[in-house]
């Protein structure tokens, strides 16, 4: 608080406070004569709009401030208060066009009196606006539209991607574990939402959506699997179906590959060239592999989800007899485009 507000003394009547109150609120004035078509506006006011102050203008020149697209219903709002049987009272938000382009939303209030004819119409004789600088609020309410568009969006899409497990799930798999093979997929889906909100505008980096869907497989230790790779900020439409895909590897390594032993490892790497990402998944010390007769969720995961969700090439190599690449692992999932690639800063 400055000096000269700090030193206010209190009064019980806050009226002779009134031109400071409509300074600190940043309120501008107007005065209208409606005989002379006239307003003049004070600074604020002036300011604004982009005009002169303290100087009576033709009312036509402040209403050529306002935006094209709502001069419209300004002027049916202002026409029906003016009417017969109209009210005395106005309240208009509205844009108005600046020098430098960039549009100002003006809350404009407006109170008129009127008088009555020889004839018993009433006519206009004198008005009093007070505006008030919106646009701070109006870019925020654009943004919460926005962000409910985008939830609404988001949603929608998560799920489809359920509805889908569910589906897949149920046509892979016995009936009897139905449950825990949809539970633990749909918490895979949970750590994503997780990384999502956690992080905000921050957002998720490939490193840690792999940290996330790993996490649970590690036992507490990191000793088993390893990670590396340089720092690869997602796009939102690649969170799903990479996070699905690195459950599945982990799911698949700790029920037939190198976690379910005491010996094996798992090595998670990716790399970023002519900007595209490719990411590796390798198995070392796991059991013997023999290719599946047929495709399961894991399979369809990795490749038809993965590559119809980010238009990527995905190469599975089952090597028999324990190879250095074991059971159901993408050796590469390179995407042709990058539509869920931020290239790193």
């Known amino acids: 608080m400055s000096a000269s507000m700090s030193s206010l003394p209190f009064v019980a009547d806050p009226t002779p406070l009134l031109p400071l109150g409509v300074r600190v609120a940043g309120l501008g004035l107007g005065s209208i004569d409606y005989h002379a078509d006239t307003i003049t506006l004070d600074a604020r006011a002036a300011q604004l709009f982009g005009l002169t102050a303290m100087t009576a203008m033709p009312r036509t020149d402040l209403h050529a401030c306002i935006h094209p697209d709502d001069r419209p219903d300004v002027d049916a709002c202002i026409a029906a208060m003016l009417a017969v049987d109209g009210a005395d009272f106005v309240d208009l938000v509205h844009r108005v066009e600046t020098t430098d382009g960039t549009p100002r939303w003006l809350s404009a ?8 004819g020889d004839d018993g119409q009433r006519r206009p004789v004198s008005g ?3 505006i008030m600088d919106v646009t701070a609020h ?10 409910m568009r985008e939830m609404n969006h988001r949603l929608k899409n998560l799920l489809t991607v359920v509805q889908s497990i569910a589906r897949m799930t149920a046509r892979t798999g016995e009936p009897d574990d ?3 093979r949809f539970d633990a997929r749909i918490r895979a889906l949970a750590h994503n939402q997780d990384l999502l ?3 905000g505008e921050a957002g ?9 869907q790993l996490h649970p497989f590690t ?3 990191t000793a088993r699997i390893s990670i590396g790779g340089p720092d690869v900020p997602l796009r939102f439409n690649a969170i799903q179906p990479i996070g699905l895909a690195l459950h599945e590897l982990a799911t698949n390594a700790m029920k037939y590959g190198a976690l379910s032993n005491a010996a094996g490892h798992v090595a998670v790497t990716w790399r970023v060239a002519d900007d595209a990402l490719t990411l590796s998944c390798v198995e070392t010390g796991g059991l013997a592999v023999v290719p599946p007769d047929r495709r399961g969720f894991g399979s369809t995961v990795l490749q038809s989800m993965t590559e119809a969700a980010l238009c990527a090439d995905v190469a599975l190599d089952h090597r028999a007899g324990g190879g ?4 159901g692992l993408p050796v590469c999932a390179h995407r042709r485009k990058q539509p869920g690639l931020t290239p790193a800063r």
Do not use: N, S, W, Y
């Open 197 to 199: 909100v956690t992080r």
């Open 178 to 180: 139905f449950i825990a």
């Open 109 to 116: 209030r407006k109170q008129v009196t009127f008088e009555t």
């Open 128 to 130: 009093l606006v007070a």
């Open 219 to 221: 036992g507490g230790t």
């Open 204 to 212: 998720v980096t490939l490193e840690a959506l792999v940290c996330e």
């Open 138 to 147: 109006k870019v925020a309410e654009r943004q919460v539209q926005d962000l």
């Open 324 to 327: 250095p690449l074991d059971h």
